[in-house]
């Protein structure tokens, strides 16, 4: 299931998304980077960047400078493209 958001999340670069995580975290963000294990957001909607879960390949949540927020790829339960209305 992996490597499906993975494609999602590239065709999805630069664009608003939420995602939604096992723990059941909503994030709301545009997509900034992806790599093989991880998809870096730009938080949105006033949320803040804290909190960490651990996913399938490790840890699941961490903010990295340059590229936002990250969300480990096999943490990953939904994606879903943002109207910009709804930001």
Do not use: N
Request: charged letters at 15%; one cysteine or more.
């Amino acid at each position: 299931m992996s490597r499906h958001y993975y494609d999602l999340c590239c065709r999805y670069k630069g664009r608003a998304v939420e995602i939604v995580t096992r723990d059941g975290r909503r994030h709301r963000g545009i997509i900034k980077h992806v790599d093989s294990g991880r998809v870096y957001i730009q938080s949105i909607g006033g949320r803040g960047l804290g909190g960490f879960g651990y996913g399938f390949y490790g840890p699941g949540f961490g903010f990295v400078p340059g590229f936002g927020f990250g969300i480990a790829l096999g943490a990953i339960t939904s994606l879903a493209l943002l109207p910009w209305f709804w930001i």
